[in-house]
Nanobody
């Protein structure tokens, strides 16, 4: 069974930075696409960034391009989300997720079958 544990959320002023980490355990990490999703109050959950197993393909939502960076360290079973120039609109619970199929890339939320518990990111104006 896959376990994903996020860390690094918190309260930051607009323009500040945070780095989220997601530690995975339970099955081979290096063969799965990983994603970061977020859900703001009264809004649907959205994909923020995704990275394939080898890091060859990376996706960013338009709203975070140029400000967020997703990366992974397969030796440490960890995926990161570096968030810079944060805005109040970035306030949300951020979730780490793992695709359910090895060596498969998809941005569809339904293909991500393992989820962390979420970490709160709050950006004050």
């Amino acid at each position: 069974q896959v376990r994903l544990v996020e860390s690094g959320g918190g309260l930051v002023q607009a323009g500040g930075s945070l780095r989220l980490s997601c530690q995975a355990s339970g099955r081979s990490f290096s063969v799965y696409t990983m994603g970061w999703f977020r859900q703001a109050p009264a809004k649907e959950r959205e994909l923020v960034a995704a990275i394939t197993w080898g890091g060859d393909t990376i996706y960013y939502a338009d709203s975070v391009k140029g400000r967020f960076t997703i990366s992974r360290d397969n030796a440490k079973n960890t995926v990161y989300l570096e968030m810079n120039s944060l805005k109040p609109d970035d306030t949300a619970v951020y979730y780490c997720a793992q695709n359910g199929r090895a060596y498969y890339y998809s941005r569809a939320e339904t293909t991500f079958t393992s989820w962390g518990q979420g970490t709160q990111v709050t950006v004050s104006s």
